[in-house]
């Protein structure tokens, strides 16, 4: 854990690390990590051990979608946890003390962004992926899951409510009933129970799942067409979900 | 307990109870099943987490009276009078801001079915059958069957119960999608309040109907309004939330404080 510190606070040895086919790196975030490797971008999220979404990750974000969403030269993303957790989701106390609703719509705004993206976007979902963070990968256009996750939109256990669009992308991926029932009682699910909901696109063992996602990334066809979503599901990503089976 | 025609309400642990009550088929006299003002009085109550819309006896409904729509057919705007009454009826169940269960037991045919599938769930007894017949006396479904089923179940699915009028049971229905939850043989009303308290019971109403706004929302609305929609709904929660928790925050100073006060003198 000390090292992944150093790392964040250190970030340019960590990404200019040489590496073959060329790698660029962009610094100055304390809360992500982007570096791209033969034009797929890996985006690390967060601070271990739990990697809260904070007010200055999203502002951080925000700015990372706002640099990346018109490079032509990526062919991917993969976004992912720092360390052993995809993240926690909001910092609740935080969030509370800071609250408006331009700075909820801004949140929404660049999640949004991030789902027009022209290139695809994978989450690589591993450990505990909650609430904010959740919807975060709900506005991925491919969710992969190692078989430790745990994924969920709690939020009316603490008398709040997802707040960033999950709710319509739940009911559109699980249908209303599940998700009003899934939300509703704050329930957390374990990865092969959110992929028989087809909330998740495929459940991996955990030591595969980065090379699962960029398996994805680089088979995808240029360019991206989003609505074949389920086409590529099956063709790239059906087998392995045959194996966790 | 509250008394239609054919209908009664009643309110058990802040979930409303609508009960279908002309045993054993509970056949509808109308397409309004109860008129939409009388619903609407019954369910003008702030305390309200939930509603369940059952059968009394063995059965849910075997739909509607055929004979007085048929009566009514011979009379011109007399039927499309109550059928337009019937939607809105069945339009207002489906945009509440509280869930509503439909608790199948047994028999849920024509109307009966079109009302289960304005809920927003449905549980069905593993002994429930679920049907279309309409067709067999050369009719349809009128009151918005034909698109609330391909909605959960696919215009395949949807287009052979409503063209072959077959009879599905609880599992084929589930398999579909058409059901949600199985319950035990005739416990769906059982089952379908055991679910709606492990929904409702630890949730401040508030939370509850925030969220079903915000589902409703996101159907009707664009992205964008329902985005803004989304976010207003959440900030709200959020105020009363962070209020609680500093009044929490100051009743703890306010207790403790005299004594380390003490302490520190």
Known sequence: MTENVLEIFNGKSAGAKPQAGGVAASHGYQTLRWHTENRVGWLRIGQPPSNQMTIQFFREFSDWVDSVSDDAGLKAIIIHGNGRHFSSGADLSELLANLSNESMLENYRCFQKLEKMNVPVISAIGGVCLGSAFELALFSHFRICSDDAVIGLPETSFNLMPGIGGIGRMVTLAGKARALELILRGMTLPATEAGNLNMVDAVVPKRELKDIALTLAISLPEPFHVEFRQVYIEKYLRRKKQVQD | MYYGKNVTFEIIESIGILTLSDPPENYLPLPEFIPLPLLQDWLNNETLKGLIIRGEGRNFSAGGDL??????????????????????????????????????????????????????????????????????????????????????????????????????SAARAREIGLVDHIAPKDKAWEYSLELMLKMTRERPVKVIRHVMTAIRNSILLGREEAAAGEVRLFCELAADESARRKTEENNTVLTTNPASNIGND
């Open chain 2, 67 to 168: 004979g007085k729509i048929f009566t009514l057919a011979g009379q011109p705007a007399g039927l499309e009078d109550v059928m337009v009454k019937g939607h809105e009826l069945l339009r207002y169940i489906e945009l509440m801001d509280i869930p509503v269960i439909a608790a199948i037991n047994r028999v849920c045919f024509g109307g009966g079915l079109e009302i289960a599938l304005a809920c927003h769930f449905r549980v069905a007894s593993e002994n429930a059958l679920l049907a279309f017949p309409e067709v067999n006396l050369n009719l349809m479904p009128g009151m918005g069957g034909t698109y609330r089923l391909p909605a959960i179940a696919g215009t395949f699915q949807s287009a052979r119960m409503i063209l072959g009028g077959d009879i599905v």
